[in-house]
Each structure stands twice: as C-alpha cells, then as structure tokens.
C-alpha cells in the first residue's frame, strides 16, 4: 500500500541520518508530489509514523523527530497537568503595566483615601457594558466589585439571606477553596452528584425542598475538576427549582471568557425571579495577583452584601480597578481574551486528537468540545488514582486526583483531574503517553496480584 512506502521511506530518511532530530518533517504537499498519491494517503502516513512514536505532531505547523521532543521535555523538567493558572507567557504582564502607569495618573488622589466600598464607579460603568458581552445586563447598583471572587464566595458564605435559611448546596465535586470557604465558617454543606452523565436534579430537588437550603454554589461553565458545562436545559430547570423552593443561585463564571460556545450563556441569562447571584473573577484569564473580581445580585442583597463587604476590607484596591477599568476601555483585554479562548480551545482539541489516537481500555476521557482548563479522566480498572500521581511525581509529571474536591462521604478515587493550563503541545504529546503509560501498569500489576 502506498502508504507504507512513504513510512518505510521516513523511516529510512531518519536512519541515514537525512532528517535530523528536531528538523521539521517533509510536508504533506511534498510526499504527495513525490509519491504521486493523495493528501490522504500522506495524512495516513504521518499518523502512522505518530502512532509508532516516531513523529509528532504540532498543530499549524508540521510533523517532527519524536526525539526531539523528548529531550527538550526531559530539559524542561516538569509537565504540569495540574496548574490551574495560565503559564506565564500568556500573561498581559508588559501591555498591562502601562495601564497600571495610566491608572496612577488618573486616580492619584483617590489613592490616599478609602473609597465607595461598591467599587470605583467608574469602573461598574465600564463593566456593566462588558458584562453584557457575557449575556449579563444589569443596573450600575447591583454590580459591586470585589477582592477576588473569594471575598465573594466567603461574604456570602456569612450574610444572611432573605429567605431566612443557614444551609448551602454544593455540587460534587467542586472547586476546593468554596469547601474550605464553607467550613471555615461553619455552614452546614449538603452535597449533590454532578457527574459525566450531569446533575442529579432528583436529590437536588429534595435538598430544595426538605434541607433550609440559602443557596447552591454551582460552576456553571467549565466546572472545577470536571470541565464540565450545563447544558440550557440544565440552566433553565436550575432556575425553575431555585424560584419554586425559594432557594438562591451562587453562579461561579470563572472561565466563561474563553467559552467558545457563542449560543452558551450563563445561569444568569434565564433568571426571571432574581434568585441568581453571578461571580466572575478576572484572575483566571489576566493576572492571578490583579485580586479584582465582579458580583452581580439581585437587588434585595445588595445592602446587606455592602455592608459585609465594607468591614471586611473597606474597599478593593483602587490602583487595580483602575488599571483594569482602563484595559477594558481601550479594547485590548477583548483583544487578550480572544487570544487565550483560540489558544485552550487548540490545545483541549489536540488532547482529544491524542487521545483518539490511544485506545486504551484502561481509561475513559471526557474532553470538553468548547474548551477551558480541565478534562477528566477515569480510570477504569482499579481506585489506583492516588498511586498514579504518585508515581508520575517520579517522572516530574504533575497531574491532580479528586480527593480535595470532594467532600468525604462523596469521595471518588478513580477520577484524575488534566489541565491543559500549562501544557503546550509538545507536553501534552509526552504527557499524555506517560500518563496512560502508568495507568496501564498499575492496573496489569493489579491484574496480576488479583489473580496471584
């Protein structure tokens, strides 16, 4: 067949030494005047050659020596699967100190003095205008500006709610620093399934109705560990139960900037009775230090929130509003979003192309088709999650179980959590592969004792 001439004849190329390692492949175009055959037939090829680890891929640019690529990982030292912030390189530091220079200039005098708790109000103009970018129209004063969307989650954590109830819902798993939110300030936490399959609407429902519920802490979009999102029916009955048990919705949008779903709106969009309570930090897609986030609630919080909110640190920072307040203005974080959301959106498709091309009966994956961070992974054979990190620690692999995410009477250990955050291509290619790798061994060394 003609395609294993062209891989015989890559193979050859390499062992005389005619395709150095590190030098970019010959391109589809090339094999296909060469061997006057299809750009299929050379796609086929190439995947071949990328199956037995010869090559691998980069996407818009080409096929190159697998050996290359291990040598610079290995001189790289570590493989983070388990960072949850954008790598340092995707980061507006340079643009951005220039709007911190402006924000000076603008604001030095309010810079000696406390400020509207609310937040910079000229900043809540501004972002009452972006917001809407994410299918959230609100009034100025009912957006408050916070310091990070901890301040949020941990003011409403405290404050009473109008409908009298103490106990919070949280889906499981959930991001860790809401549980440790919770239990800090002592509230009683009720936990709900939320898996590969979805929601359990059926406890969720009679949580509602029998538990003296304040409210349910949700991801919405992109969920922390899972990556999962909701779909709008999912968003829609959310808000139906919410408004007939009289229950608050506490919407966590940390990465609803990069979804690339144009039809996927938040939580917020649907709600028609004010039970939603929208958070969304700016840490996760600018810089994790910038500690400015934005809460939108219904108007019947707003005072008690305030108020909370003022013995708590008085105001945020007003240098940080204002150079945001600033970068927004001028277009460019539009601009530097846009780049991050085509960047991740790559990367989660190269994974799943990986992915795809390693039939492990080992492992499931779930990769999200709209982007973000995360992928999940379950391992099928054993509860080996633990020892699997452990083991790739070994290697400078970093990679996440879910036992933090979880509270204990829901614990799950088969489940691995990988972020694409911190892994470009060439990590994802190496990664990927050890990562299967020590799954498969922990599980054939299970097999083995299993059977004695």
Not at 104 to 121: A, E, R, S, V
Not at 311 to 332: C, F, H, K, R
Not at 369 to 394: D, H, P, Q, T
Request: charged share 25%; hydrophobic share 35%; net charge neutral.
């Amino acid at each position: 067949m003609r395609y294993i001439d062209i891989v015989e004849y890559i193979k050859n190329q390499v062992s005389l030494g005619n395709i150095k390692t590190g030098e970019k492949m010959p391109s589809i175009r090339d094999l296909c005047e060469k061997f006057k055959c299809t750009k299929s037939t050379a796609v086929r090829a190439y995947y071949e050659l990328k199956n037995q680890n010869i090559v691998y891929a980069v996407p818009n640019s080409g096929y190159y020596l697998l050996d290359k690529l291990q040598e610079e990982v290995k001189n790289d030292t570590i493989i983070d699967f388990a960072g949850t912030a954008l790598e340092i390189s995707s980061l507006p530091y340079g643009e951005f100190q220039t709007f911190i220079s402006k924000a000076i200039d603008k604001y030095k005098d309010k810079l000696f003095y406390y400020t509207n708790p609310q937040g910079l109000q000229s900043l809540i103009k501004v972002m009452q205008k972006q917001l809407q970018n994410n299918q959230v129209f609100s009034e100025c004063e009912n957006i408050f500006i916070t310091t990070g969307s901890q301040q949020t989650l941990n003011i409403l954590s405290r404050m009473p709610f109008p409908n009298g109830k103490n106990n919070v819902v949280i889906e499981q798993p959930t991001y860790d620093g809401m549980m440790k939110c919770l239990e800090q300030n002592n509230v009683t936490t009720i936990g709900v399934n939320r898996n590969f399959n979805g929601l359990d609407f059926e406890r969720l429902e009679n949580i509602f109705r029998n538990n003296n519920v304040k409210f349910f802490y949700t991801v919405s979009r992109f969920s922390n560990p899972l990556g999962l999102s909701y779909t709008k029916e999912e968003k829609k009955k959310l808000v139906s139960l919410a408004e007939k048990y009289d229950v608050y919705i506490v919407e966590d949008d940390y990465l609803g900037d990069i979804e690339s779903d144009i039809k996927s709106d938040p939580i917020f969009s649907f709600d028609t009775s004010s039970k939603v309570v929208y958070v969304k930090t700016f840490s996760k897609v600018m810089l994790p230090g910038l500690r400015v986030a934005v809460t939108v609630l219904p108007s019947i919080l707003c005072n008690t929130f305030l108020a909370y909110k003022t013995w708590m640190d008085i105001n945020t920072p007003v240098l940080s509003q204002g150079a945001l307040e600033l970068y927004i203005e001028s277009g460019m974080f539009n601009i530097h979003v846009k780049k991050i959301r085509d960047m991740y959106l790559s990367r989660m498709n190269y994974l799943k192309d990986i992915v795809g091309n390693n039939n492990s009966s080992a492992v499931k994956w779930h990769i999200p088709s709209n982007g973000g961070f995360y992928a999940g992974l379950e391992i099928l054979n054993e509860n080996k999650s633990r020892a699997v990190v452990n083991n790739l620690l070994k290697k400078n692999i970093l990679v996440s179980n879910f036992e933090r995410f979880y509270l204990n009477e829901f614990l799950e250990s088969k489940l691995l959590r990988v972020s694409v955050a911190n892994a470009d291509y060439k990590k994802l290619e190496i990664g990927v592969d050890e990562l299967i790798g020590e799954i498969e061994k922990v599980s054939i060394f299970n097999e083995y004792v299993f059977r004695g």
